[in-house]
């Protein structure tokens, strides 16, 4: 009986394994280097986070939307004049409106809005004063 047909067949089996092998292995060197790169993005990424994070209480808060009338940036111009709170009827008068009824409660609706919008705070029944 004649081997060599069949060792010759197990030769090309052998290199076409070993070719895989050494494809193999370079797929995964490259592999490792795109892990090493990703786990160091991942690790600085980290850190930005807890750098932010750390940061957040300095940042300025964003004001919310004020809503469309031309007496709310004069009310918190107002407010930031004064230390200490301010009544609608205060505030009617800083704004050079009438001291009528109908002012003074549009005011104080306007002031009751800011406090929804978390800009004033009420700090006691018609006591409106600017959030710390």
Not at 23 to 33: K, M, N, S, V
Not at 109 to 120: E, F, I, N, Q
Request: aromatic share 2%.
């Amino acid at each position: 009986m004649n081997l060599q047909p069949l060792l010759d067949a197990l030769d090309i089996q052998e290199e076409a394994a070993r070719a895989l092998v050494e494809d193999l292995r370079a797929q995964i060197g490259e592999l490792q280097d795109r892990l090493r790169e990703t786990e160091l993005h991942l690790e600085h990424l980290a850190i930005t986070r807890k750098t932010v994070t750390g940061l957040s209480d300095r940042l300025p808060a964003v004001p919310p939307d004020l809503p469309e009338h031309p007496d709310y940036p004069r009310i918190l111009a107002v407010f930031n004049e004064v230390t200490g709170p301010l009544r609608a009827r205060d505030v009617c008068e800083a704004l050079d409106h009438e001291l009528l009824p109908k002012n003074i409660e549009g005011t104080r609706a306007k002031l009751k809005r800011l406090v929804k919008l978390g800009v004033l705070a009420e700090i006691d029944t018609g006591n409106f004063a600017r959030k710390p």
